[in-house]
Structures are given as C-alpha cells and as structure tokens.
C-alpha cells in the first residue's frame, strides 16, 4: 500500500458518499455507489446548480460527443431512467436526431416530461453572425422535436466558412473569416429573447476572449463550457469566471481515450490510468470514473461525461455523492500539468496561445 493511499484511507470519512440533496435522503435502498437497488436511479441527479439568469441547470448531464449513430440513443434513454436530467448536445456532432428520437419516446414512454430535461446544443463555426444563429437554432430544434433549448453556446468563438470548390475547397475544408464575435452573440441575445432558449452562453472561450465579449454584451453568458480535469485544472479562470458569474461546465472530464491513443511522446499517461488516481479510487471505494468526475463537482464544475454503456452511466452518475477527502483533492490538484486534449488547432488559429 503506498503512502498516499494509507493517508487518504486514514482522512476517509465513515460515510465517503453522503447525500447531497433533501430527494436523496428518501431512497431507503442505498448502496456504496449512491444507486437505489430497486432501480438503479441515482436520485443526487436532481442536484442542480442556478445559472446568472435564474435557471436551474442539473450538476451532471450526458455527454454526446463522439456517441456515434445508433448507440447514442439508447445511451440518453439509458440516462434518462438513471436520473440523468441533463443532456449536452451540439450540430457538429451529427446525432441530434436520434437524441431527439430517445427524447420522444421517453416522454411518451411517461419516463420525464420536457419540462424535466436540460437540453444544451451548440452553434457551430460556420453559423457566426447576427443572422445566422437563430437559423442554425431553430435547425437544432427540427433534429431534436423540441420547441426551444434550455442552454445554446457558441461552441468555438472562431468563425469559419467553407471553403468553396473553385477555391480548392472539398465538403471537409474550412477558412477563418473575421466576424466579430460580439456580432455573433447579439444573435445569441436575440434568440434568447424570442423564448429560442433559456438562456446563453460560450464554450471553448478564453479569459481575454471572455472578457472582451462582456464589454459588448446585454446578457453576460450564463456558461463557459471547457475542457477541465485535473491535467487540466485551469483554476484561475474558473475563478474569474465565478466572479463574473459565469457557471463552468466540465467537458472530456476524464481526460479523452482516444486522443490519449495519439499522445506525442513524453505525454502523461491517459488520466485514468495515473497511479495518484488509482491510489485515490482505492482509498476511498469508488471507480477512477467516480473520482475524477467528483473532483469536477468539488471545483464547482458542471460535468458532461460521455459513455455510450448503461452500466458506466449508472456508474459515473454516483459521484455526485462522492465526497473526496482533502488529502484526495491535493493530491489530484497535483497532476496539472497543462495537458490539453483540444486545442482545435485545425482550425489554423492559436485559441488558447
């Protein structure tokens, strides 16, 4: 047994996963994974957190990016029975269709209602401009059989457009156009007040990109969706976020397996398999999923991960109720290490330079 995990075995708490919720404290037929027996539903889901406008938004939610046609539905219908009250989509990640098809059927099926479910899709690249977001919205809404989103993001404060075929340009080839970004989210202001969505926000969005944008703004985004684990923590933004009222979300929570597989040379190991997170995992009875994902909920994040198996969906869903001891969290806070998943340099800009 390591030092480490003899000292977070000794700081453990009796009770390391306690409720966090009034609904939590009813299931009778709780086990060590927060789950009920009779159900396998994690009542914790319920836990929401209110964003700047009011609205309250489920602290974990389901992922959808790369969830590939034909097994992303049955993993939102899986989520849904689980407890899951949030589920994170976009326009790039071409499955908003079967999303919305698993959506139907569950409210047919009586299993939520709409008014239950947090709905976020995003607004792509090549969507920029004042006019061209309520469009590629209400294309959103179509693909999902909704009559309004509870969150849209611009997903990437870069705008694009095809490049055409004249110009060299194939279906997959893009080029940067400069469109203002606060020209983009007036749009964004303007669906929110026709009732399109809830509420707004950003994804991907630098400090400085952020607080140029509030210069201009009417509404101050109500989130800033980045990549957040402990490789990367990016601590001194998600404090001046909290300042400025801005909700993070949590994406590629677990770091992302399949860019891992891609790592240059010298890379961390994939976070999952880092030893500190094993040592921790084992210290406290839970999985390396659970672990990660509750040290997001200790920062205050939001967090979106994606699984496409019922069971890690259950699985995952426990750690809202994970209670990491402090010796736990230092030793997570220690992996930082700048390590970034996506850093869409395919863009040909520099984001996060």
Known sequence: MSALLRALTRALPRHPLRPVSAATTTSAARTI?????????????????????GVAMPRMGLGTWQAEPGAVG???????????????????????????????AAIADGVVTRDDVFVTSKLWCTSHGTDNVAP???????????????LYLIH??????????????NEASVEIVHIP?????????????AGLTRAIGVSNMPTLTLNDLLGSASVIPAVNQIERHPYLPQTEHASWAAEHGIQIIAYSPLGNASLDAHAAPGAPPPLLEHPVVADVAAAVGATRAQVLLAWNLAQGSSVIPKSVSPARIVENAASIDLQLPADALEALNALDCGRRYLDFAWTGFSLFK
Not at 33 to 53: D, F, I, K, Q
Not at 80 to 100: F, K, P, T, W
Not at 181 to 193: D, F, K, P, Q, R
């Open 33 to 53: 994974s927060g789950t009920s027996r009779a159900e396998g539903h994690v009542a914790g889901l319920g836990t929401t957190v209110e964003l700047n406008n």
């Open 74 to 104: 049955a993993a939102v219908t899986a989520a849904l029975a689980a407890g899951y009250r949030h589920i994170d989509c976009a326009s790039v990640y071409g499955n908003e269709g079967e999303v919305g098809l698993a959506l139907a």
């Open 136 to 150: 590629a919205l209400e294309r959103s809404l179509e693909r999902l059989g909704l009559d309004h989103l509870d």
């Open 156 to 169: 990437v404060p870069v705008a694009l457009r095809k490049r055409a075929p004249e110009d060299g340009g």
């Open 181 to 193: 970004l606060a020209e983009t989210w007036a749009g964004m202001e303007s669906v929110l007040a």
